[in-house]
C-alpha cells in the first residue's frame, strides 16, 4: 500500500470539477457469443469530482442517461434499452456515488455506490490522476482514467439469450473511464 497522497501530486489543486461531457468517455465492453467483444458508450454524462487534501474526503458523483447507450449498432441499442437489459422507460439513469479514496500501489480506489436499476452495489473504481491543466478559456481542467468491472446479475440485467448453444452476452462487464472536468469557479 503506497503511502502518496493526492496532494503529492505535481500541481495539485483541490475544488470540485464539473464533468466535461464532451472530453469525457464512459465506455464498456462486453463478451458477446463468447467469441468476441462488443463496445459501447454512454454519452449523457454529468456529474461533479471533489478533490481534497485529505483522501477520505474526496470524492465523486456521477450521473449516466441510459438513453445515451451507443453500440454502433441502433436494433441493439433499442434492445439494450429494453426490459431485457436497462429497463430505460423506468430507469432512465444509472449512478455512481463516492466518498474517500484509498491508495492501492500507484493507483487510487473509490469504493463507491453504482445504482443501475433499482439496485445499488458498493463497486471499486481503480484510477490514475492524470493531472491538472490550465484551458484555453481561463479555466482548469482535471484528468483522470477509470477502470473497474460489475457482473449484470448483480444488477437484475438477466438477459439469458442464447444462440447456437452459447450465451449471447456474458455476465461479466468491463468499464472503462477517460474523464476531464473543468474547477468550478466561485
Not at 50 to 61: F, I, K, P, S, Y
Not at 174 to 183: F, K, R, S, T
Request: aromatic share 6%; net charge negative.
Amino acid at each position: 500500500m503506497s503511502t502518496t497522497s493526492l496532494t503529492e501530486i505535481p500541481g495539485f489543486i483541490t475544488g470540485t470539477w464539473d464533468i466535461d461531457a464532451s472530453h469525457s468517455d464512459v465506455a464498456f465492453t462486453v463478451r458477446h457469443l463468447v467469441i468476441t467483444k462488443v463496445r459501447g458508450r454512454f454519452d449523457d454524462v454529468t456529474g461533479a469530482i471533489v478533490t481534497t487534501e485529505d483522501l477520505a474526503t474526496a470524492g465523486v458523483e456521477v450521473v449516466i442517461g441510459l438513453n445515451s447507450i451507443n453500440t454502433n449498432s441502433e436494433q441493439r441499442d433499442g434492445h439494450l434499452k429494453s426490459p431485457d437489459f436497462f429497463d430505460t422507460e423506468n430507469h432512465p439513469e444509472m449512478t455512481y456515488k463516492a466518498s474517500g479514496v484509498r491508495t492501492d500501489g500507484h493507483k487510487y480506489v473509490l469504493d463507491g455506490e453504482l445504482s443501475l436499476k433499482g439496485v445499488t452495489k458498493t463497486v471499486p473504481v481503480t484510477f490514475e490522476l492524470n493531472g491538472f491543466s490550465p484551458d484555453p478559456w481561463g479555466g482548469t481542467r482535471i484528468g483522470l482514467s477509470g477502470d473497474a468491472s460489475i457482473n449484470r446479475r448483480d444488477f437484475g440485467v438477466n438477459f439469458e439469450g442464447v444462440q447456437n448453444g452459447l450465451a449471447v452476452v456474458a455476465d461479466k462487464i468491463d468499464i472503462h473511464l477517460e474523464i476531464e472536468a473543468v474547477l468550478r469557479q466561485g
